[in-house]
């Protein structure tokens, strides 16, 4: 990983002495830029995207102090370590309260420049990994909320429970940092209620205290989905319509046979197709193909992930005799081939 680090002084012999510094420290470090005022370090940094901005105070035509406002006025987020003098010190302070990570006392030591620099380093790497386990995480938590969502419509109480636990296994067993992991369960909430808007919105929630405490994040996450599918109990009149239910057992139960037609369904339970149609759409949203096919894909996936079977096999005890009618309609579903999405279960 190289980071990108900028030189800004009008002093030529520090610029120089900084990058005789840095360059034999670490082949990690590359000096993208070396700017003799703000103004030109500005145009060096929107050019370079630099990690790291080193800086005089004292320059001219455009100072530090300056320089790092407009920097941050222009959204920049990188770190800067500012250099200043002796009699410098008041600036020093209030380039400290524009963000600035840290700063160097001229004459400079090698061994200060180098800990310093070191240190923002560490902290980028910190950072770069904490993304990238995050970024690893976004596909099964967006999977799991939306298979609670689908279980908080069902009422189904034990799927909710169980889905919940495997969501917070992922974050518990993952390496990111409690705000990202707070991130990460906001993000989760809204995929939920996005599933469960277009038949039922649930209050919007938010997180019933100040601070950063991951632990109490978790709580309230269960506890708000406790109560959502307890509303919903309540408010659908839950176990009063067997017929619809018996219908969705069936399909439980049968997903397997590629034959499965809506006759196969109906015929036992003496309803008609029309009034089926209603009542499957108020009970899970979903026309009688898009359930069947959400069924399917639910056990397809576990499969995949849980099981050793080739992926033709997968699809076969899934109701997809045809593989790559299976593998279509697997990613259209999913956004991942069956091979994709296994590889990617196995990754976490």
Known sequence: MIYRILLVDDEAMSKKSLRKILMGASPHYRIVGEASDGAEA?????????????TDISMPVMDGIELIQRLRQDGFEMDI????????????????RHGVADYILKPMRQEQVLRLVEKRFDRFMKSRQSAMIKNQLIAPISLAAERIGNELWMVNEAGVRQDVSELLRLLDDSDVAAEERISLLRDAASLIQNRLQPQYQLVAWAFPFEGSDYGQAAASFSEWLEAGLHEIRDKRNWGKRSVIQQAIDYLKENFSDSELNLEKVLTPLGISPTHFYHMLMEETGMSYIAYLTHIRMEHA????????????EVGQRC????????TKRFKRQIGLTPTEYRKNMQHL
Do not use: N
């Open 42 to 54: 500005l145009q060096v940094a929107e050019r370079e995207q630099p990690h790291l901005i080193i």
């Open 81 to 96: 370590i500012i250099l200043s003098g002796y009699g410098e010190f008041e600036y020093a302070q209030e380039a400290l």
């Open 301 to 312: 996936k576990e499969l995949l992930q849980h099981s050793d079977l080739k992926t033709y």
């Open 319 to 326: 109701g997809y005799p045809d593989y790559p009618h299976f």
